[in-house]
T-cell receptor, first 118, second 112 residues
Framework: NAGVTQTPKFRILKIGQSMTLQCTQD?????MYWYRQDPGMGLKLIYY???????DKGEVPNGYNVSRSTTEDFPLRLELAAPSQTSVYFC?????????????????FGPGTRLTVL | GDSVTQMEGPVTLSEEAFLTINCTYT??????LFWYVQYPGEGLQLLLK?????DKGSNKGFEATYRKETTSFHLEKGSVQVSDSAVYFC???????????FGIGTKLQVIP
């Protein structure tokens, strides 16, 4: 049971390039999330998904896109990289019950992707 | 919306010292309360949680009590170790799928 895995661990992009951050979980969790972590700013929610085929915006979605074609995978797409997207990105998942997260649901995090845009 | 206030740190302590990291929150309804810990170079992981008033969550010597009247969930440990050096996040979870609000994190450095 690998939990939540993310690839790549590190990446450097040039302004205007695009890339996809991969996230996979093997816990059969319904809910998945993408966060970014900036120094002194805590975690900000980018996008989340409550199940395959269902995604929605979080607090800071601009410049990103997601898809959820399977329960296991939740990739995050950056189309036109900008320096403001330099950050550490974390994927997380939680069990969730039909329609909403249970009040005691724990989120399980991947190890993160450190992205630098130059 | 929900919000969390916790000390930013860094908090520097000597080994075996007593630790308190304060956390206060505002949230709609009756949230569950979590502390997550992030060790260097890793993702966050659950440290402890409490789901109702006066509940005490505990793990690895850490404790926190759900204080509804003061909307607080302060983290304590009686004797810290060097291995406790990490960033600690307070996080209330209100009803609804995206309503986990993370604090800014408090960095703890424990020196031998």
């Amino acid at each position: 049971n690998a939990g939540v895995t993310q690839t790549p661990k590190f990446r450097i992009l040039k302004i205007g390039q695009s890339m996809t951050l991969q996230c996979t979980q093997d816990m059969n969790h319904n809910y998945m999330y993408w966060y970014r972590q900036d120094p002194g700013m805590g975690l900000k929610l980018i996008y989340y998904s409550v199940g395959a085929g269902i995604t929605d915006k979080g607090e800071v979605p601009n410049g990103y896109n997601v898809s959820r074609s399977t329960t296991e995978d939740f990739p995050l797409r950056l189309e036109l990289a900008a320096p403001s997207q330099t950050s550490v990105y974390f994927c997380a998942s939680s069990y969730g019950t039909s329609g909403r997260v249970g009040r005691t649901d724990t989120q399980y995090f991947g190890p993160g992707t450190r992205l630098t845009v130059l | 919306g929900d919000s969390v206030t916790q000390m930013e740190g860094p908090v520097t302590l000597s080994e075996e010292a007593f630790l308190t990291i304060n956390c206060t929150y505002t949230a709609t309804g009756y949230p569950s309360l979590f502390w997550y810990v992030q060790y260097p170079g890793e993702g966050l992981q659950l440290l402890l949680k409490a789901t109702k008033a006066d509940d005490k969550g505990s793990n690895k010597g850490f404790e926190a009590t759900y204080r509804k009247e003061t909307t607080s969930f302060h983290l304590e440990k009686g004797s810290v170790q060097v291995s406790d050096s990490a960033v600690y996040f307070c996080a209330p979870l209100s009803g609804g799928y995206q309503k986990v609000t993370f604090g800014i994190g408090t960095k703890l450095q424990v020196i031998p």
